[in-house]
């Protein structure tokens, strides 16, 4: 019934829910899923910062991680221009079959793109949407927090000399950090929501 199914992530917090919501889906329909970040591009100009793209890149990243976790097939793409246009673009281009996004951002102007984005859309598309909104407080608001679990768990899982190579960031509720080890370079993802932390990438130590 459902092949493609597009999850919309800007990386903020609120697609944490549509990202489980989209894998469970394409679990159940042995289904893709295509992981669709937008540099937004508006009338006034571009809200492009340096950080932008590698933000974009970060947060599709991030639900590619989590769909090979869970066995399920994923496709990236990053592209600039006025989000719900592009989200529509895709689901035509793409052969999209439902669509599934979160109804928030994290605060200020990502709560108004977000909420804004998903109306147009919700709107305008002509495939099914499911909207997830995201009801639970975060825990792990700090990056000093993220960084001391991170080290934790990789020390507890058998690395050693762990040091932090570049400050933490947060994408869709999860805080990626990336230590240096004896082993090499590995990336922990520590749940915000939860606390719970897992070596997400690198070589395991014997």
């Known amino acids: ?5 597009l999850i919309p992530t800007d990386g903020s917090d609120g697609t944490r829910q549509s990202i489980t919501h989209g894998l469970t889906i394409a679990d159940r329909f042995d289904a893709t899923i295509h992981a669709l ?28 991680t989590e769909a090979t976790r869970e066995g399920v097939d994923a ?3 990053v592209e600039q221009g006025v989000p719900h246009e592009e989200i529509l673009a895709y689901v035509d281009e793409h052969g999209i079959d439902m669509i599934v996004m979160g109804t ?46 991170a080290r934790k768990t990789a020390e507890q899982e058998g690395y050693s000399e762990v040091s932090v190579r570049e400050d933490p960031h947060r994408t869709s509720a999860s805080w990626i950090v990336l230590l240096e080890t004896d082993s090499g370079p ?21």
């Open 104 to 149: 928030q951002g994290r605060t200020g102007l990502d709560r108004v793109l977000v909420g804004s984005v998903t109306e147009r859309v919700v709107r305008m598309a002509d495939v099914p949407i499911v909207t997830v909104r995201l009801t639970d407080d975060l825990r792990i608001e700090d990056a000093d927090e993220a960084e001391r679990v």
């Open 37 to 64: 970040s937008i540099v937004p591009e508006g009338p006034l100009g571009t809200l492009q910062t340096d950080e932008a793209i590698p933000a974009a890149e970060r947060a599709v990243e991030r639900v590619e």
């Open 186 to 206: 590995v990336h922990v993802h520590v749940d915000a929501l939860t606390s719970e932390a897992r070596v997400a990438k690198g070589p395991k130590t014997e």
């Open 75 to 77: 496709v990236t793409a």
């Open 1 to 5: 019934m459902y092949q493609d199914i």
